[in-house]
Structures are given as C-alpha cells and as structure tokens.
C-alpha cells in the first residue's frame, strides 16, 4: 500500500487540480476539472486508488497492450468491429498514444488524442467512435489489472463537426407509400424489396436488423429483434448490448409486414435480401424511377426518428435500440407493458397525420419543417418568424404541428432543450449556469423548474447519477 505525503493543487493555466504521485519508482498524475474543494479531494481520491491498488505490467506501453485487446476481441466481435478496431488502432492510436507507458497514461493524453481529431476535421462521430473504442480499451485493461485509469475527465470538443444527415420529405414519403414501381436495368418492374422500405421508415431498424428479421421473430404484433447480418453476411446480435429489444408494431409497419408475407416467400428471413449492395443498388434505382433524392439505407432509419420526434426520447430509445440507460428493453423475451402498446399506437397516429392527404397539401411540409428547425436551431428557433418564413399565420403553424404530433410547438421545443441539456450534463464539465444559456434559456428558476419536471430530479442530482 503507497502513501500519498501531498495534496492536490490547483493549476490557473489548465482550470484543473492536479497531485502528482509515485509509487515503486513509478510517476503518475492524477486530475480533476471540477471547481472548488470538491475537485481537489477528487483528485486526491483518484491517487489514493491507485496508490493502493495491486497492478501487474505497469511497464508496459499502450501499443502493446492494444494489441492484445485487439486479438481478444476478434473472438467476441464480428468482422465490421474488428476492422474498426484495426482502423482505430493503425491510424490514431498507435501513431500518439503507443509509446506511452500504461502506468502513465491519463485525461491529458487522451484529451490530446480527440482535440487532434477534431483539429483534422474528423466527424463528431469518428471522434465518438475512437473515444468509445479506447473506453472499451481501457475497461479491458483494468479488467486484467494492467490499470485502474478512468478517462473521466475527458470530453468531444463542441467544434466537431456533425455529418450532415438527409431524411425522406413529405412528398417523397408520399410516393413511396404508393409507388411499387421501378425500373432495373433498363427494364420497368414491381420493386422486389418495396415492403423492406417501408418497413425500415416505418420502424427505424437498421440495414443489417433488417436483413436478420425473421419470420420466426414476430408474434403476434410483436417484433423481437435478435438478430443482424453486418456488410460481410455475418449473423451477430446487433450493434450494441441494446439492439436486441423488443416492440410493438405500428398499424402501417404490421401492414407492410402483411404486404410481404403474402408475396409468399418461403424463406427464413423475412426479407431475404442477397447483400447490403443488392439492397442499395435497388433502393437507388427505385429512387430515380420515382423522383426520390436517394438516401442512405441508414438514412431510411433517420427518417423514422425525425418522424417520431413527437414521442419523449425514453419511448423513442427502445424503438431503435439506444443506450441502455435511457428505458431500454434490454435483452429478448423481456415483457412488453402497456406503454408499448401505447408508443405503438403513438406512432401509428402520428405517421397517419404526416401522409393523410388534406385540402392544400402543405400540412406535411410545414410540419417537417418545424421539426427540422427545432432538431437544428433548438437554441433560438421561434414560432412567429418560423411562420413568416413558411408564408402563413401563427396560429395555422401551431394547429399543423399539434394535429400532426399531437404535442404543440412550445412543447416538443421544450423538450428539446431539456434533451440537450441532459447531454450537456452527462458528458461536459460546464457549470449548469454555462448549460443553461447554452440550450436557449435565461430564466434560471424556469430552467431548473422544467429539468425537475422532465427527469424527476435537480440538473446537479442528474449529473451526480450519470457520473456515479
């Protein structure tokens, strides 16, 4: 057992505390971003762990070590992960964290690692994705007791740019609702795989849940997703611990599926789609044949979502197989409650509003529309010039989005917001004051008001449970 014989101090130039410690000729630092005393005995508690935990191979350097992780992983994960391991691996980590001993390794050094990305234009999501792989890295790491490093105090810098995403419009949901029509090859036909696309924007599955659907995964008016096949045929169970789940089929998907079932295909996947090729290949063909702006497959599942922007984000979450901390189902044969019935029924009443035809045929539009500024400018978007801007009154705007969502502009808003904030919470270190004025707001007692409403509990006792 070492002995720490100093305390945490704090640096002006780095906003942090930070204690240096040794151990059995060993170096280490240990830091903490949060403000005040409570900061500075996170920090001291950081080196008092370490220093009497019992770790092997402290000598070793993280290039060696990621190596091994890289070979145990093969046996647990399917070829799409292992080769973004390698990606990861050959590209960024090895070149800037290799040489660097485990023993010494922290916050600094992975900070480094993600603002680089970020400087060299790196998407949001490849720095996600690094980020999440060196997590994985490190659990693995202190699992075998190499280290007992955390990378709390690591964050994505809010200049990283987000990928822009297209969704299908209105008129374009329109026609795929009612065009079975392509041409292949030059040849016009019935589009083999329409069901396949309806049913992805109907239920927000991914390309390769859809190709592992089958038959024997639907009950009744539930779908059990178990199953996935990723760019390289290989059957897996999905993306991530939540995308096996469990939902209740919508009126327009339990049709769609209906649709496909009676083309008699005796096959034991409910869409039997050769490749993830073949699948887009056709997509984009039917695409051109109908006047749609092709999206990507994924983009299919986008679409659902933006749709559904009506339902809260904790019914939302176990429809598409998100974080498990969010109400998610779980695992398979996990009991289906009311509630998902009820989501189900929400999503039927809403994709009924969005393609059911009325007297000017701009409801649809509109209401795209101001779900899109809200997904987009949730900070200062605003009703009054939002209806300017689309040509028609306030109160005509308001009634189009509360008749097609059932919820009203100042609402799904709000919502919004509240969303942000939650995310601001879990993964900055920014005080709730800075958090505030960020998602939109300037009446603090309001701010905290609506957050206790929303979560059950102040933005501080939510920071509290999603850091501990």
């Known amino acids: 057992m070492g002995k720490r014989t100093n305390t945490a101090a704090w640096s002006d130039k780095y906003k942090r505390w930070q204690i240096n410690v040794q151990k059995d000729g060993l170096r280490r630092s240990f830091y903490s971003s949060t403000p005040g005393r409570s900061g500075q005995r ?10 009497d935990s019992d770790i092997i191979g402290a000598a070793s350097n993280v290039e060696k070590l990621f190596n091994e992780f890289a070979e145990a992983n093969k046996l647990l994960a399917g070829s799409s992960a292992a080769k973004q391991i390698d990606y990861y691996r050959r590209v960024w980590i090895a070149p800037h964290l290799g040489r660097v ?6 916050d600094n050094d992975v900070q480094k690692l993600l603002d680089l990305m970020v400087s060299k234009e790196l998407s ?3 720095v996600q994705n690094c ?65 396949c696309y309806r049913f992805a924007v109907l239920t927000g599955l ?52 209906q649709k496909q079932r009676e083309q008699g295909n005796p096959a034991e996947y409910v869409f039997p789609l050769p490749s993830h090729s073949v699948y887009y290949t056709h997509w984009k063909a039917y695409c051109t044949h109908n006047g749609i702006t092709p999206v990507s497959l994924y983009e299919l599942r986008h679409t659902f979502v933006s749709i559904a922007k009506a339902l809260p984000e904790g019914e939302i979450k176990p429809l598409v ?48 529309t101001v779900l899109r ?23 005509y705007l308001s009634a189009a989005v509360h008749e097609a969502t059932g919820s009203t502009f100042k609402a799904l808003l709000r919502r919004k917001r509240m969303e942000k904030a939650a995310g601001l919470l879990s993964r900055t270190r920014l005080s709730v004051g800075d958090i505030i004025a960020m998602v939109g707001y300037e009446n603090t007692s309001y701010f905290h008001r609506t957050f206790s409403e929303m979560y059950g509990m102040t933005p501080r006792e939510y920071r509290l449970r999603q850091i501990g």
């Open 321 to 368: 197989g998100h974080s498990r901390n969010m109400d998610t189902f779980g695992t398979y044969g996990h009991e289906l409650s009311g509630e998902d019935t009820a989501t189900a029924r929400k999503v039927t009443e809403i994709f009924d509003r969005l393609t059911a035809p009325d007297d000017e045929g701009e409801h649809s539009t509109l209401v795209m």
């Open 42 to 51: 996170e920090a001291n508690a950081k080196a008092d762990a370490w220093l």
């Open 131 to 195: 980020k999440g792989i060196l997590s994985k890295f490190l659990k693995w790491c202190r699992k075998n007791r190499y280290t007992d490093y955390r990378p709390d105090d690591v964050e994505i810098s809010a200049s990283a740019r987000n990928k822009g995403k297209r969704v299908l419009q209105p008129a374009e949901l329109a026609t795929l609702f009612s065009s079975t029509e392509t041409t292949f090859n030059g040849k016009p036909m019935e589009e083999p795989y329409i069901y």
């Open 373 to 395: 500024e809200i997904e987009e400018n949730y900070r200062v978007a605003n009703l009054t010039e939002l209806s300017a801007r689309c040509g028609v009154t306030v109160s």
């Open 206 to 257: 991914r390309p390769g849940e859809l190709r592992g659907l089958k038959w024997e995964d639907i009950a009744g008016n539930v779908v059990h997703v178990r199953w996935a096949i990723n760019i390289h045929g290989e059957e897996t169970h999905g993306k991530n611990e939540n995308a096996v789940r469990s939902f209740v089929l919508s009126d327009q998907a339990a049709e769609a599926l």
């Open 124 to 126: 949001r999501k490849s």
């Open 101 to 106: 001993k485990i023993a010494n390794i922290c």
